[in-house]
């Protein structure tokens, strides 16, 4: 569904993503399991667009635009394609702590990742050495 100015919008200003969402669906993506989460339903996009812009000016909407403008700040609008790329970039992270999680506990399986033991020394005769 395409967000319209007169449809609710939501600001997450602490969790994984901040930004402004369309939807309760992916506000509850970017909150769950964040330590802190702070979020805001907004009746329409333009009052969502304001408290976004006065969370980037630090309490000072004026301040907060200026900053998206040039580039300090994140326009908050988060696009389907950058969500997926987080989402993506996230999973990926998470596999490779579980894995290292899993190797330093023992639980792996995998022979790769521990090294092999090292060559046994060639066996010499003694009339081989000097």
Excluded: K
Excluded at 36 to 57: H, I, K, L, Q
Excluded at 77 to 102: K, N, P, V, Y
């Amino acid at each position: 569904m395409e967000q319209t100015a007169e449809m609710p919008c939501y600001c997450v200003f602490r969790g994984w993503f901040p930004g402004i969402y369309g939807s309760m669906n992916e506000v509850q993506q970017q909150v769950n399991g964040h330590d802190s989460p702070n979020w805001m339903r907004y009746p329409t996009v333009a009052s969502a667009m304001d408290a976004w812009a006065e969370f980037c000016g630090d309490g000072n909407a004026e301040l907060g635009r200026a900053r998206i403008t040039v580039g300090e700040a994140p326009s908050g609008f988060i696009s389907q394609l950058r969500a997926d790329m987080q989402r993506t970039a996230l999973q990926a992270l998470q596999e490779a702590f579980d894995s290292q999680c899993s190797i330093a506990q023992g639980e792996s399986d995998d022979d790769d990742i521990v090294p092999p033991p090292p060559p046994t020394p060639p066996l010499i005769r003694p009339s081989m050495q000097h």
